[in-house]
């Protein structure tokens, strides 16, 4: 029998609405009791140091490369790089090499996490073959072999026929279906936000509205078809609106937004640095306000870091030419702290964004800290200042626009399934 | 004193405007001498590092480093990314290792010259990046209405054209309002950038009231095949609406000068009239190039080189 008891911290529960000084105990992988003065005998301790004693972290988009750019990350490096942020699993998504749109495929993903990944690894499968946007995949045989979500993510069908297809379909897997809204026909070559800022840098704008027309698009065929729809990575005040307006008219939607979309504007690519270079663009000041607002009053439901591995040679080429994303499980915990900070999300409910509410539309385990549940755990202290080096993390990429950048806030502690995998001055410590 | 590179006009304070410009007077006269060379820059290496294909452009840095007496070595590396075998800091890299004591950078997408200049031990000179910026065009122009109209302040200059893809829009709209004028611009709608009001400038449709009053007015070149029917919907439509004739530069002041960047696509931007005889100064312009161009190598190559951690190192 194997106890974890962790120590000393805030319970942050945001299942039970938890939120007092306790311990925590785990035994077996499973929380047995939390309060105070829990007995420890026999337990592993950890001393959570005041620090807050949160269910594991689950992301809802990532990017993990492997099978095929295994030179980006691969599952044991993202593996790895996520529990170091506090991230207990981790939805990856099916852009790998070959495209993950075979059970056989999928089976394989799992079989290495199981071997490699110290976090959980949730595979979303691709909703068309190849993600071409004409074939559905197997979905049954998908969610058969371990599928948690279907998504083409960034190559957006365009087509909406199959896009409703796709939708309509999905209702019979009970899986939502994952939706990268940008409107290609108006995205064209645009690679930052276009505005103000494109016009200063000259480069080719990717307008607001592309986001907003394909997230409406996409609402109107949930609606229709009924099925779960899943918006990812919601970047603009417009969008906000729409999913806003589609969750009072009682539309089967869920959206996530991403850290650098709710911290940073499109001035942070004046410097025409690529690791600033992101799909959707970073957007103005008044959308990344909306988006935090979106957060706050629920419209937007989870916080996902579309953590995008990329290797230096790939983002040392021109603006245009680099590929789009920054890597975001190591510094997401202390970036979205800033919404604690700035008064507009109590410590719980920051935790229900990275925790209960992305459990809860993948429809895993977790997310919750009542005893029964599994002891997926993170401890965070929220006040510890450190320098974000991406060369002394553990992804395998550095393409991070925090680089070099004092955080506040650092995750001290990951336990998945009762077993302590990372603690910040030990490291990684499992597979 | 100007900074450490010339990446755009944006950069520059008005002071370094009229430094640079000073400095380009004495460089017109010695483009005006029997023996156009003096031994200014000599022992020195100049790099004309060009990823996108120009002539005008390579051919004013070659000549004016020419008549500093600097070495001047042409680099135009393939700017396809299908053909490249390495990054543009790669490139970057290995020519520093070269040790030149200016680059000039001319790309095809925005940025490149400042993402060099980042890991360059030399001084970096955009010669042209992308829709960005084009500051030696904007000083030549600034130079050029300076000496047309004896002052740029006050004046009320229009740019005609294709501003959203033009770096030397930008440039001269940040150069032109510096120097205290007032700048417009008038396209077809898709052809003003968004938020451009953003820049300083006002944005008009109607070419006539983009005219009305103006001292200086500055068509730019229209890339035919690869706008039409997507910016705008023909270039018959276009040169009927924007091409500058002489019957439309009456709505203009009377003593007002025209002025293009150049090569002009005849008929379109600029009647054949206007493109060969005044008030166009076209000719002007890539005269003066050289003599600007001269200026900016002669302030930023010759400055003595840095050691690292010397008082005045700029980095």
């Known amino acids: 029998m194997s106890r974890l008891l962790i120590r000393g911290g805030r319970i942050l529960d945001p299942a039970t609405g938890r939120d007092e000084p306790g311990d925590l105990l785990a035994e077996d992988g499973r929380i047995v009791a939390v309060g105070r003065s829990l007995d420890g005998r026999g337990a592993e301790v950890l001393d959570a140091e005041g620090g807050w004693i949160a269910p594991g972290f689950v992301d809802l988009h990532a990017h993990l ?18 529990v170091a942020g506090g991230f207990t699993a981790v939805a990856c998504m099916a852009n790998t090499h070959p495209v993950n749109d075979d059970p056989a495929m999928t089976d394989y993903i799992l079989d290495r996490a199981r071997q490699d990944s110290p976090a959980r690894v949730y595979p979303v499968a691709a909703a068309t073959r190849g993600q071409k946007g004409e074939t559905m995949t197997e979905m ?30 999905s209702r019979l897997v009970g899986v939502p279906v994952i939706s990268h809204c940008e409107d290609r026909t108006l995205v064209r070559d645009g690679v930052v936000n276009e505005g103000a800022v494109s016009t200063r840098l000259g480069l080719p704008g990717n307008p607001a509205v592309a986001e907003v027309v394909h997230v409406e698009r996409d609402i109107r065929l949930a609606a229709l078809t009924g099925a779960h729809l899943h918006v990812a990575h919601v970047s603009t005040a417009g969008a906000v609106e729409v999913i806003r307006r589609a969750r009072e008219a ?53 916080i996902a870091t579309d953590h995008a591995p990329h290797a230096q040679h790939e983002k040392d080429q021109e603006f245009t030419e680099a590929p789009p994303g920054m890597i975001g499980f190591e510094t997401a915990a202390a970036v979205v702290l800033d919404l604690v900070r700035a008064g507009e999300l109590s410590p719980l409910e920051l935790v229900r964004r990275l925790s209960t509410n992305p459990a809860r539309i993948l429809r895993r385990a977790g997310g919750s800290l009542a005893p029964g549940e599994v002891a997926d755990v993170t401890v965070l202290d929220p006040d510890r200042r450190w320098v974000y080096e991406p060369a002394k993390g553990w992804s395998k990429s550095r393409n991070s626009p925090w680089a070099g950048r004092e955080l506040v806030g650092r995750v001290v502690a990951t336990v998945v399934a009762g077993r302590l995998v990372y603690h910040a001055d030990r490291g990684v410590l499992v597979p | 004193v100007i900074g450490r590179d010339l990446l755009g006009i944006e950069d520059l304070e008005r002071s370094d405007i009229e430094r640079i410009l000073e400095a380009a007077v004495h460089m017109h006269e010695i483009g005006e001498r029997e023996v156009k060379k003096v031994p200014t820059l ?176 500055m068509a730019l070149r229209i890339q035919n095949e690869r706008l039409a029917g997507s910016y705008f919907p023909s270039v018959r439509e276009y040169s009927a609406t924007y091409g500058l004739d002489r019957a439309k530069l009456r709505y203009a002041k009377d003593d007002a000068i025209v002025m293009h960047p150049g090569p002009v696509n005849r008929g379109v931007e600029l009647s054949h009239d206007l493109a060969d005889h005044r008030p166009s100064v076209i000719l002007d312009q890539v005269r003066n190039g050289v003599a600007i161009r001269m200026a900016v190598l002669y302030l930023l190559a010759g400055r003595r080189r840095r050691a690292a951690g010397e008082p005045g190192d700029a980095r």
């Open chain 1, 250 to 302: 009682g539309v089967n939607v869920t959206a996530e937004v991403s850290p650098h979309h709710l911290t940073l504007t499109d001035e942070a690519c004046l410097g025409y640095d690529t690791n600033t270079k992101v799909a959707p663009p970073l957007r103005s000041a008044p959308d990344v306000a909306a988006c935090r607002a979106g957060l706050v009053d629920g419209s937007l439901d989870a």
């Open chain 1, 65 to 82: 490369r492997e099978p095929g750019q295994e030179y980006k990350e691969d599952i044991a490096s993202g593996g790895r790089a996520a």
């Open chain 1, 140 to 169: 049954a045989a998908l969610v058969e072999a371990g599928a948690v979500a279907f998504s083409d993510d960034g190559r957006t069908i365009m087509d909406s026929g199959v896009m409703r297809r796709v939708l309509e379909y």
């Open chain 2, 42 to 217: 000599r022992g020195r290496t100049v790099v004309n590092l060009f990823f996108e294909a120009s002539t005008r452009t390579r051919a004013s840095f070659e000549i004016a480093g020419k008549r500093l007496s600097a070495d001047v070595v042409n680099f135009s590396p393939s700017s396809s990314s299908l053909k490249k075998a390495e990054s543009i800091l790669d490139t970057a890299r290995t020519l520093d290792a070269m040790d030149p004591d200016a680059v000039i950078v001319r790309h095809a997408v925005a940025g490149v010259p400042k993402r060099i200049a980042d890991v360059l031990e030399a001084p970096v000179i955009n010669a042209g990046d992308g829709a960005h910026e084009h500051p030696t065009q904007a000083l030549l122009d600034l130079f050029t209405v300076q000496q047309e109209k004896g002052r740029i302040d006050g004046l009320t200059v229009t740019i005609v054209g294709d501003i959203v893809h033009s770096r030397v829009a930008r440039s001269n709209i940040y150069g032109f309002l510096k120097l205290g004028a007032e700048v417009r611009v008038a396209a077809p709608p898709p052809m003003i950038p968004p938020a451009v009001e953003t820049l300083g400038v006002k944005a008009f449709t109607s070419l006539r009231e983009a005219l009305d009053g103006a001292d200086v007015v």
